[in-house]
């Protein structure tokens, strides 16, 4: 199975900050990956498909990068909807893995 | 719109079986696969399994001997069973479209399931 790494667990940060989150694969998974918001009761969200395709409807402040096994979500200016938990998601070989989460929480 | 639902029990007593119902709109069970991810307390998201648009199914290998999916397409639901739960089953359990490039677009709120006695 791959194991996917993800940094750092909790993150406090300011509105306007940019932060960055990281997921590292075991193995190369081919930029198979994901970034997905969730907040509390709700379903979550997908940001980001396959690295760096912003899905439609999310702003554009959120963005993704990576290759191999490195891959980073970026939000550049923070809004005050964006804090919640954020996770990732390899999706190129069986079993699906996904990243621990992130909980960036307002400083 | 797309909408995905989940339904079950929120208590299941340790040994006996966890029926969940995956409810969908929006969209057609014979076009797309709906996966189920759970997360159980005080851990990650992990996947389970998955019906796929022509009715094959297959499981994570972790859980494969406790679990079987199935579907209604003429209900719009996918039926989710897992026998056997422990304690350690209590989480979130969650289904999720598969939207063939990119993986999972759309995901149910989850239902919450509590495994005690």
């Known amino acids: 199975d791959i194991q996917m790494t993800q940094s750092p667990s909790f993150l406090s940060a300011s509105v306007g900050d940019r932060v960055t989150i990281n997921c590292k694969a075991s193995?190369?998974?081919?930029?198979?990956l994901n970034w997905y918001q969730q907040k509390l009761g709700e379903a979550p969200k997908r940001l980001i498909y396959?690295?760096?395709n912003l899905q439609t409807g999310i702003p554009s402040r959120f963005s993704g990068s990576g290759s191999g096994t490195d891959y980073t979500l970026t939000i550049s200016s923070l809004q005050p909807e964006d804090f919640a938990t954020y996770f990732c998601?390899?999706?190129?070989?069986?079993?699906?893995?996904f990243g621990s989460g992130t909980k960036l929480e307002i400083k | 719109q797309v909408q995905l639902t989940e339904s079950g029990p929120g208590l299941v007593h340790p040994s006996e079986t966890l029926s969940l119902t995956c409810t969908v709109s929006g969209f057609s069970l014979t076009g797309y696969s709906v996966y189920w991810v759970r997360q159980p307390s005080g851990k990650g998201l992990e996947w389970m399994g998955r019906m796929r648009y022509n009715g094959d199914t297959s499981y994570n290998s972790a859980l494969k001997s406790r679990l079987s999916i199935s579907r209604d397409t003429s209900k719009n639901q996918v039926f989710l069973k897992m026998n056997s739960l422990q304690t350690d089953d209590t989480g979130t359990y969650y289904c999720t479209r598969n939207s063939g490039y990119g993986a999972f677009d759309y995901w149910g709120q989850g239902v919450m399931v509590t495994v005690s006695s």
């Open positions: 998601l390899q999706h190129n070989s069986f079993p699906l893995t």
């Open positions: 396959n690295t760096n």
């Open positions: 193995q190369n998974i081919n930029k198979y």
